[in-house]
């Protein structure tokens, strides 16, 4: 059975940076990626990377400011986070799509809180 630990997040300032990580057990995955729910809003997608190709997608909220990379030795994923803005505040959860198509394997969150 898969599972995910998220670590890394907390409460930063507007402009700070943080680095969340996901460790993963098990082996090789399609695809790793981190998703974000924040207040009153629905769950969406951050960031992905294909376990395959290394190929990365970024919502275009993040592009420019996030990073996502993996090591795959130790199969853990990360999300580095620079400019960080209030509307970044979220709980943010890593996924991984085992085999198919879908993200089937949760994490249990870690929230980051951004002040301004």
């Known amino acids: 059975q898969v599972h995910v630990v998220e670590s890394g997040g907390g409460l930063v300032q507007s402009g700070g940076s943080l680095r969340l990580s996901c460790a993963a057990s098990g082996r090789t995955f399609v695809a790793m990626g981190w998703f974000r729910r924040a207040p009153g809003k629905a769950r969406e997608v951050v960031s992905t990377i294909s376990c395959n190709t290394g190929r990365t997608s970024y919502a275009d909220s993040v592009k420019g400011r996030f990073t996502i990379s993996r090591d795959s030795a130790e199969n853990t994923l990360y999300l580095q986070m620079n400019s960080l803005k209030p509307e970044d505040t979220a709980v943010y959860y890593c996924?991984?799509?085992?085999?198919?198509?879908?993200?089937?394997?949760w994490g249990q969150g870690t929230q980051v809180t951004v002040s301004s």
């Open positions: 996924a991984i799509r085992t085999t198919g198509s879908t993200y089937d394997v």
